[in-house]
């Protein structure tokens, strides 16, 4: 590949970087005014930290997201070799883990487990 086409690939891939960490800075930043918001109100303030975790949640699995992209990209266009595709599979794999993990958090049941907890939570249980 020419040196100017892996150049602006690799300028590519910090932009999608970047764009990845603003969502998990400036969403964490607004989960965190949204829930100053909810607990100075008396009405919502029981509710406040769950809410900042799921949200504070969200925003981190949308960044993880699009830096898994970033990471795609990368490996694929700019350095193709065996040893990229194995770190790729690497951090791929802790990424997913990791938003697994805060899935689990954020919703409060195992994926294969959701329909049953809301059908428990919504007072219609179902087996």
Same mark, same amino acid.
């Given at each position: ?7 602006? @690939? ?15 800075? /400036? =969403?964490? &930043?607004?989960? %965190? ?5 909810? !607990? &100075? $109100? ?5 509710? !406040? ?9 969200? $925003?981190? /699995?949308? =960044?993880?997201?699009?830096? @898994? ?5 990368? +490996?694929? @266009?700019?350095?193709? +070799?065996?040893? $990229?595709?194995?770190?790729?599979? !690497? ?6 883990? /990791?938003? %697994?993990?805060? *899935?689990?958090?954020?919703?409060? !049941? ?7 907890? +809301?059908?428990? +939570?919504?007072?219609?249980?179902? *087996?």
């Amino acid at each position: 590949m020419s040196g100017s086409y892996e150049h602006a @690939i690799e300028d590519i891939v910090k932009v999608v970087e970047a764009v990845g960490a603003g969502i998990m800075i /400036l =969403g964490g &930043l607004a989960a %965190f005014v949204q829930c100053a918001r909810c !607990a &100075l $109100s008396p009405e919502s303030r029981a509710g !406040a930290y769950e809410d900042l975790r799921r949200n504070l949640g969200r $925003s981190i /699995l949308l =960044g993880l997201e699009v830096l @898994i992209v970033g990471d795609i990209v990368r +490996t694929i @266009i700019v350095d193709p +070799t065996l040893e $990229s595709v194995a770190v790729l599979g !690497a951090i791929v794999v802790i990424r997913i883990l /990791l938003s %697994f993990s805060l *899935e689990v958090e954020i919703d409060g !049941a195992w994926p294969w487990n959701r329909r049953r907890w +809301t059908q428990r +939570t919504n007072g219609s249980e179902v *087996e």
